[in-house]
């Protein structure tokens, strides 16, 4: 099963192929340019001026490299890292020989400089590149901080006790019942034991959903209804651990359990193009006074996001029609090597 490692955090050579990756590289290398444009500038009011120049020369060079680099990502990432670091720095530097060159063909630049031309782009890219591996570096800690979250907040305390109560309350009039609660107890806490980097199908991550719920009708009973709205989805495309349970213990506990009438969560998946759009909704009866603890558990969630897609996962909440939704849109991911 693909895990966290093929995401690209956690890559020491980017994944070129990430708007994450793209949108950070656009910036730290428009950023030097502008930097080099104000040290070159003979006063502050022709800043702009040699920034547009620069600009003119810089935009083109980075758009190919990165679509170079966007083809050539699975090869990269086969090589040893230092081999395929290099290997990237050596396309910069050959790149910007041949621009420099086809600019002079041109007589669009003086003669010479083509040296510093080079230089200056193998440079910016040996920054760049070690920028992406200190940050893959510090990400490392956040998969074991994930790890405690969902070992220690995923699943309340108060659950447990009140599905050990309503088990208890089954043993002897329907033990079959009673047992096969007791199961979906015991398989809702292994996938909290599991390891929150390997990441799981959206088949199983389905089927703890609808255990999870069906543990909870056993206590709130005909206040609980449930709505699953799944549409034409690939049952084995992985995804992060614990993405479903976690949203429909809020939806029960902030929508359900502080309205005696009770009412329903509605769980829609559907899947777009390269993109999987999950949402649930309950209604808004004793939102206001969960409010923290619903904050908390949508920062973790957003934080699991951001560690295994970068900026290509979207977690959104939304209130309409007295209903309270949390949508997240997924990356369908690419097999990697």
Not at 284 to 312: K, P, S, V
């Amino acid at each position: 099963m693909t895990s966290i490692r093929h995401f690209p955090a956690t890559y020491p050579l980017p994944d070129w192929r990430n708007f994450g990756v793209m949108l950070r590289v656009l910036i730290g290398v428009n950023a030097l340019a502008a930097l080099a444009a104000l040290v070159q500038a003979s006063d502050i009011g022709k800043w702009l001026d040699n920034y547009l120049q620069l600009a003119a020369v810089v935009e083109p060079l980075l758009l190919i490299e990165l679509g170079l680099l966007s083809l050539l990502r699975d090869m990269l990432w086969r090589l040893p890292l230092r081999v395929g670091q290099t290997c990237v720095v050596g396309l910069a530097g050959g790149l910007a020989a041949g621009m420099f060159l086809y600019a002079r063909s041109l007589a669009l630049v003086e003669t010479g400089g083509a040296l510093r031309a080079v230089l200056l782009a193998m440079a910016t890219t040996m920054l760049l590149l070690g920028y992406f591996e200190l940050r893959s570096r510090a990400l490392s800690p956040a998969q074991a901080e994930a790890r405690l979250a969902a070992l220690n907040s995923r699943i309340r305390p108060h659950f447990l006790f009140n599905s050990l109560n309503a088990v208890l309350s089954l043993i002897r009039a329907r033990p079959q019942q009673a047992e096969e609660a007791l199961e979906s107890l015991s398989d809702l806490f292994r996938a909290a034991m599991r390891d929150p980097g390997e990441m799981v199908c959206l088949a199983d991550e389905i089927a703890l959903g609808r255990q999870y719920l069906e543990l909870e009708k056993l206590r709130l009973g005909e206040r609980l209804s449930v709505d699953w709205r799944v549409g034409s989805v690939a049952m084995d495309l992985p995804i992060p651990p614990l993405m479903l349970q976690p949203l429909l213990e809020n939806a029960v506990y902030h929508g359900i359990e502080p309205s005696a009438e009770g009412g329903v969560v509605r769980i829609a998946i559907e899947q777009k193009a390269n993109e999987l759009h999950i949402a649930i909704a309950n209604p808004t009866t004793g939102q206001a006074q969960h409010a923290a603890g619903n904050r908390m558990a949508l920062t973790n969630i957003r934080e699991r996001l951001a560690l295994y897609y970068d900026l290509e996962a979207r977690l959104e909440t939304v209130i309409e029609d007295s209903r309270y939704e949390v949508r997240i849109t997924l990356p369908c991911p690419q097999k990697t090597p």
